[in-house]
Nanobody, 119 residues
Framework: QVQLVESGGGFVQAGGSLRLTCAAS????????MGWYRQDPGKQRELVAV???????NYVDAVKGRFTISRDNARKTVTLQMNSLKPEDTAVYYC?????????????WGQGTQVTVSS
């Protein structure tokens, strides 16, 4: 059974920091690209940051220089360090695991964790 469990969300004032962690089980973690997405009510879910199985990272422009994604394959965790938070970062943040090889794709989601940034 695959599980992605997020933790670390909460309420913070603008300029503050939060650290989100996603703990994975039931997958060959090191083979999966891991990502963080976010979604505001009424908006589409958007990719925030992704880290490949090889450790390459990519960020949406809005968070570059403020957020850092990292992974620990031994602990099967992926972390999103969020600094200099802004009210527009408020959203539910979801952990994502994706494996693609040729026509085969496996994708899993966590349940989400709320991040609220006050102005």
């Amino acid at each position: 059974q695959v599980q992605l469990v997020e933790s670390g969300g909460g309420f913070v004032q603008a300029g503050g920091s939060l650290r989100l962690t996603c703990a994975a089980s039931g997958i060959s973690f090191s083979a999966f690209a891991m990502g963080w997405y976010r979604q505001d009510p009424g908006k589409q879910r958007e990719l925030v940051a992704v880290i490949s199985s090889g450790g390459s990272t990519n960020y949406v422009d809005a968070v570059k220089g403020r957020f850092t994604i990292s992974r620990d394959n031994a602990r099967k965790t992926v972390t999103l360090q969020m600094n200099s938070l802004k009210p527009e970062d408020t959203a539910v943040y979801y952990c994502n695991a994706k494996f693609t090889r040729g026509p085969v794709m496996f994708e899993y989601w966590g349940q989400g964790t709320q991040v609220t940034v006050s102005s």
